[in-house]
């Protein structure tokens, strides 16, 4: 009797291990499953998944659907259940500075010429190094992660100090050595920038967070032949373009003057757009520019921010996208052009700009804004393969937003909440190419203090370099 309960206990072990065996062997295997109250997805159906979940593999995606079907499909070691909360796509900062972060409210209220000529670029002179550049990039990347954005869109000098500085971060961006047509720190000519530009895409191709870009300045900081330089260089590495086009009225003007052309067409006549261009903020757009813009697939970094504080003009946004040209959003800046690098700030008024100068506020609604800070975003970047939403297969970029303040109850629709109520500072949990970079508001890749201390410490000597 007694081995006959022992045989019976054992067999029933036995069964229970091989019936458990059978469902590990059944459930997929992920590293990590992300769930939460709203699961906004903005793949092409716009899916809003209520109780939902994302399983990732390693740097990928590797299902998002309801939790249940989620918890029954896949096994994991690490979970984080969020609650009442949305996980969306990372948001993707399609235009930026971001070693200007040192130089952030160094000369605010005044236009874009007296700006450039009279602070930034004699203020850049006797600053920019690439240890200014490094501390810089780290202090905007602890703002940009902490305010959602995964990727980011930067021109600037020693930009292979950039790249470095965002793979430590974690983060992703896309990357352009800048090409000016005056003596800068990093170079003494163009020419000498292009090579550095040359020699960093060689140094990063095929990099798993970085895309190396060039990125001459602007058309008016460049002649016709830097221009050319920049265009065949990137289309020999496939490298995209970033640049800053027809910002203010008296760009277009001078252009018109000079050269008998808008910025956009003198461009085109360059051949320019044969490289995938990203061009910053386009506000003093034609017709016929956003023609040429839409025939050459090239996507607009729009920051209504900058535009706004510049007195720049208002980007005819809802123009652009009836014209089917792709508008991501950019902070610019941050130093006198916006201040800081808060996409939720870009989207609110990003609609309101668009309702304001159209007389309807039915333009812009929220749920295209909400795509214009992703998935058009990385359209934009030519990067929508690989990420902007959340979908098998793609790039395990995304954020959590709690949903438990003041401000965010009570919630009837996701996306208006998204652009008009929540903040940057909602967001508690951050995730790039599948790895943890924020968990519950706590940075896990930056030296916060450190950072914040030599912020400080550079603010001084600038202020004093520029007396
Ligand atoms: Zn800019």
Redesign the pocket.
């Known amino acids: 009797m007694r081995s006959g309960i022992h045989g019976n206990l054992t067999a029933a072990v036995r069964y229970a291990c091989l019936f458990s065996l059978c469902w590990l062997a059944r459930a997929e295997q992920a590293d990590l499953i992300v769930s939460a109250h709203y699961v906004v997805t903005m793949d092409a159906r716009q899916d809003l998944i209520e109780d939902g979940a994302v399983a990732i593999h390693g740097e990928r995606i590797l299902a998002v659907g309801k939790r249940a079907d989620i918890d029954r499909r896949f096994q994991t070691s690490q979970r984080i259940d969020k609650g009442d909360a949305i996980v969306m796509p990372g948001l993707i900062n399609t ?1 930026t ?1 971001a070693a200007m972060s040192l130089f952030r409210g160094i000369a605010d209220d005044m236009n874009l010429q007296d700006w450039l000529t009279r602070f930034i670029f004699p203020a850049e002179k006797k600053n920019v190094s690439p240890e200014m550049v490094r501390w810089g990039t780290r202090l905007a990347c602890v703002e940009m992660i902490r305010g959602g954005i995964t990727t980011f869109t930067d ?1 600037y000098y020693f930009e292979d100090t950039v790249a470095a500085t965002a793979k430590e971060a974690g983060m992703r961006g896309v990357l352009g050595e800048t090409i000016i047509g005056f003596p800068v720190n990093d170079a003494p000519t163009p020419a000498k920038a292009l090579k550095l530009a040359e020699g960093f895409i060689r140094t990063f191709h095929n990099d798993p967070l970085i895309v190396p870009a060039v990125a001459p300045h602007a058309p008016y900081t460049n002649s016709d032949e830097t221009l050319k330089a920049c265009r065949m260089l990137a289309v020999h590495y496939k490298a995209p373009l970033l640049i ?1 086009l027809s910002e203010t009225k008296k760009e277009n003007e001078d252009s018109q003057n000079e050269h008998k052309m808008s910025p956009t067409q003198r461009l085109d006549s360059l051949g320019f757009f044969r490289a995938h261009t990203i061009a ?1 903020h386009g506000v003093w757009l034609s017709d016929a520019d956003m023609d040429i813009l839409k025939r050459t697939n090239t996507g607009v970094a729009h920051c209504p921010s900058s535009n706004m504080k510049l007195a720049s003009g208002a980007a005819p946004v809802v123009k652009m996208l009836n014209h089917g040209i792709n508008v991501g959003l950019g902070t ?1 800046g941050p130093a006198g ?1 916006n201040n800081d690098f808060d996409l939720f700030e870009e989207m609110d008024l990003a609609a309101k700009l668009q309702k304001l100068i159209t007389n309807d506020p039915r333009a812009l609604p929220a749920r295209t804004t909400v795509a214009m800070a992703t998935i058009m975003g990385a359209k934009v970047l030519g990067l929508e393969k690989e990420i902007g939403s959340l979908e098998a297969g793609k790039r395990a970029d995304l954020i959590a937003l709690r949903l438990d303040r003041a401000h965010a109850v009570p919630m009837y629709d996701v996306y208006s909440h998204l652009v008009y109520a929540l903040k940057a500072s909602d967001v508690t949990d951050v995730v790039i190419n599948g790895k943890m970079i924020m968990r519950d508001t706590k940075m896990l890749t930056i030296d916060v203090p450190a950072t914040i201390a030599k912020a400080r410490e550079y603010g001084m000597k600038i202020a004093q370099s520029v007396k």
């Open positions: 235009h500075h021109m800053h910053a610019d052009s």
